[in-house]
């Protein structure tokens, strides 16, 4: 590990691990470079105050124009005389990118020209398999939080659905159909990787950024449900995203995250 002084913000759960897939990324991405980190768990009800204590900035605004504050954040004291502190995970990542960049060009994450494909692909094609897990794993998602989190959680979804959050779920056949789309979408995946024909990964035998976004989301489903949603995901294609993910786990030393 590289001798730095990096701090990454993240969320507390009751598992074993964090579960949030925005700070997957960021952690694989830290790993992945070798950066040594610490970490401050911070409950979801007090990121806002944390986060302005420590100077961190908002990633956004709420319907109500107030600031909105979000995790993963990380605060880089590595140079004495430059304190970094930024959110939100894509920034973080572009910084990490930036400031303790691959020993060649070829391991980069963002290879020349590729930067807005990418960005989209992760605002686009991950989130599509995101926004499908509350509506399979939405119990399970509670059940991850903390105590002092679970209203927060419960007020957030049920603002997202327009529903009683008990019946965010679904069940019998709504439930079967969910679970068809989200075996689409990760066929379209499959089709995007084997369009390069020259390796595990999106852009060929290394992972670039898109497979640090991939693998977070799938390693919060891993998290969250690891007998069901968990389970039909290794299972698809002849068990090809179980192999994906401990390619990309393994060879790319990062060990049993």
Not at 37 to 54: D, G, H, P, S
Not at 192 to 199: A, H, S, V
Not at 215 to 244: K, T, V
Request: hydrophobic share 40%; glycine share 6%.
């Amino acid at each position: 590990m590289s001798h730095t002084d990096i701090i990454l913000l993240d969320i507390p759960s009751t598992l074993r691990y964090p579960v949030s897939p925005h700070t997957w990324k960021v952690r694989m991405i830290l790993n992945h470079k070798k950066l040594a980190f610490k970490e401050t768990w911070v409950l979801t009800t007090q990121i806002e105050a944390t986060c302005r204590a420590l100077g961190i900035g908002p990633t956004g605004r709420k319907p109500d124009g107030s600031a909105h504050y979000t995790l993963p954040a990380l605060i880089d004291r590595t140079d004495p005389t430059r304190h970094i502190a930024l959110s939100d995970s894509t920034p973080i990542v572009e910084y990490l990118e930036r400031t303790y960049p691959p020993a060649s060009p070829e391991s980069a994450l963002f290879p020349l020209g590729t930067r807005e494909v990418q960005i989209q692909f992760n605002q686009v094609d991950v989130m599509r398999i995101l926004r499908i897990v509350p509506e399979v794993a939405v119990t399970a998602h509670l059940a991850s939080k903390l105590e002092p989190d679970r209203g927060m959680l419960r007020t957030k979804f049920e603002g997202l659905y327009g529903r009683p959050f008990d019946q965010i779920e679904k069940t019998g056949a709504a439930r079967e159909a969910l679970w068809v789309n989200l075996e689409q979408q990760f066929r379209r995946l499959a089709n995007m990787i084997d369009q390069n024909r020259n390796g595990d990964f999106f852009m060929g035998e290394r992972p670039r950024f898109m497979d640090f976004a991939l693998c977070g989301a799938m390693m919060f489903i891993r998290c969250l449900s690891p007998h069901d949603a968990w389970a039909r995901i290794c299972a698809w294609d002849g068990g090809r995203w179980e192999r994906y993910f401990d390619t990309f786990q393994q060879n790319r030393g990062l060990g049993n995250l």
